[in-house]
């Protein structure tokens, strides 16, 4: 499976941004796929993931009713929305896919490469 995450970029507070996960890979549709995120210094914390049928979960409390994960399995395609964004949300976005549910990002199988998020005040 290979995984290519974009759409990050610099943004004020309050605005929007979609982050994409392309996936590739003969058995890709299997896996479920999650969203990290990693700040400068600080360890790789899960932001969502969502299951083949379509059924998301969320892992920081700061991301929800902010945040939304959906995935085209047609085009194996992974997006997170991200919508009233805070400086707080500032980090390295990165996606990821794995064959159990999990937050521990130990337990993810393949990662793409990260796109930046840098959210001004």
């Known amino acids: 499976v290979q995984l290519q995450a974009s759409g990050g970029g610099l943004v004020q507070a309050g605005e929007s941004l979609r982050l994409s996960c392309a996936a590739s890979?003969?058995?890709?549709?299997?896996?479920?796929m999650g969203w990290f995120r990693q700040a400068p210094g600080k360890e790789r914390v899960f932001i969502a993931a969502?299951?083949?049928?379509?059924?998301?979960?969320f892992g920081e409390d700061s991301v929800k009713g902010r945040f939304t994960i959906s995935r085209d399995r047609a085009n194996n395609m992974v997006y997170l929305q991200m919508n009233s964004l805070k400086p707080d949300d500032t980090a390295v976005y990165l996606c990821?896919?794995?064959?159990?549910?999990?937050?521990?990002?130990?337990?993810?199988?393949?990662w793409g490469q990260g796109t930046q998020v840098t959210v001004s005040s």
């Open positions: 969502v299951d083949w049928s379509g059924r998301g979960t």
């Open positions: 990821a896919a794995s064959l159990v549910a999990t937050t521990q990002w130990r337990q993810y199988d393949f």
């Open positions: 890979g003969r058995t890709v549709s299997m896996y479920r």
